[in-house]
C-alpha cells in the first residue's frame, strides 16, 4: 500500500483558496488518488478522483503532477462550511477495494 | 436511493451486553465495508464483504467482534461481550466494485456507548 503523508491541520479564512497537499511516494502504476471529505458528526463523502494532471468538479480541483509521487486538492473560495477533515487515499484495482484512511487533514475554516 | 442506511444512529449500553449494529447497502452494490471511528485512532477497515461473502476482516479486533451478511441488502455487525473501550462510531460503506477508481458511500454511522 502507498505511504501517505498529509499536514494534520490547516487554518484558512473565508473567501480565501486552500491547497493541500498529499505525498504518496510510493504509489504503484495503477493507484489511483482520491479525497474523501468528512463533517463532524457524518461519514466521509467522496469529492474527487484523479489518476493524472487534473482534475476539476463543481468542489474541487485534483492537481497531479508527471511523477504523481504527490498530488494537491484544491478548494476555491473556501467558506465556513468546508470545515471539516480531509482523506487522500490511494489505492488501485490490486488491492481489492479496500479504502484505508490517513489520519487526514483538519481544515478549519474562519470568519 | 436513500443512501447507505444505518441503525441505530446511537446506542448506549452497559459492559458485557450483546450490541448489534445494522447496514442496509446501496442496491445494486457488491462490496460492503465496516468501519470504526476513534479520536485515537481514526477510522479503522474492520472488515469487507464482497456479495456478501467477507473477504478481509483482518482489521476485526477481537473475536468478541463478529459481522454478517445474510443477503444483498442487509449487514450486521455484532459486539459480545461490549467492553468501554468499543465505545466509537462505527461507519458502514459500500461500492459498486473494487476498482481503483470506485466511489465508496457512508452511511451516516452509529455511535456506539459502552457505560
Known amino acids: 500500500l502507498a505511504k501517505i503523508t498529509q499536514p494534520i491541520s490547516m487554518d484558512s479564512y473565508e473567501g480565501q483558496e486552500v491547497n493541500i497537499t498529499c505525498s504518496h511516494n510510493n504509489i504503484a502504476t495503477n493507484d489511483y488518488i482520491t479525497w474523501y471529505q468528512q463533517f463532524p458528526s457524518q461519514g466521509p463523502r467522496f469529492i474527487i478522483q484523479?489518476?493524472?494532471t487534473k482534475v476539476t468538479n463543481e468542489v474541487a480541483s485534483l492537481f497531479i503532477p508527471a511523477d504523481r509521487k504527490s498530488s494537491t486538492l484544491s478548494l476555491p473560495r473556501v467558506s465556513l462550511s468546508d470545515t471539516a477533515v480531509y482523506y487522500c487515499?490511494?489505492?488501485?484495482?490490486?488491492?481489492?477495494?479496500?479504502?484505508?484512511f490517513g489520519q487526514g487533514t483538519e481544515l478549519s475554516v474562519k470568519p | 436511493d436513500a443512501g447507505v442506511i444505518q441503525s441505530p444512529r446511537h446506542e448506549v449500553t452497559e459492559m458485557g451486553q450483546e450490541v448489534t449494529l445494522r447496514c442496509k447497502p446501496i442496491s445494486g452494490h457488491d462490496y460492503l465495508f465496516w468501519y470504526r471511528q476513534t479520536m485515537m485512532r481514526g477510522l479503522e477497515l474492520l472488515i469487507y464483504f464482497n456479495n456478501n461473502v467477507p473477504i478481509d476482516d483482518s482489521g476485526m479486533p477481537e473475536d468478541r467482534f463478529s459481522a454478517k451478511m445474510p443477503n444483498a441488502s442487509f449487514s450486521t455487525l455484532k459486539i459480545q461481550p461490549s467492553e468501554p473501550r468499543d465505545s466509537a462510531v462505527y461507519f458502514c460503506?459500500?461500492?459498486?466494485?473494487?476498482?481503483?477508481?470506485?466511489?465508496?458511500?457512508f452511511g451516516q454511522g452509529t455511535r456506539l456507548t459502552v457505560v
Open positions: 460503506a459500500s461500492s459498486l466494485t473494487n476498482r481503483g477508481n470506485t466511489e465508496a458511500f
Open positions: 484523479g489518476y493524472k
Open positions: 487515499l490511494v489505492g488501485g484495482d490490486n488491492q481489492g477495494g479496500k479504502l484505508i
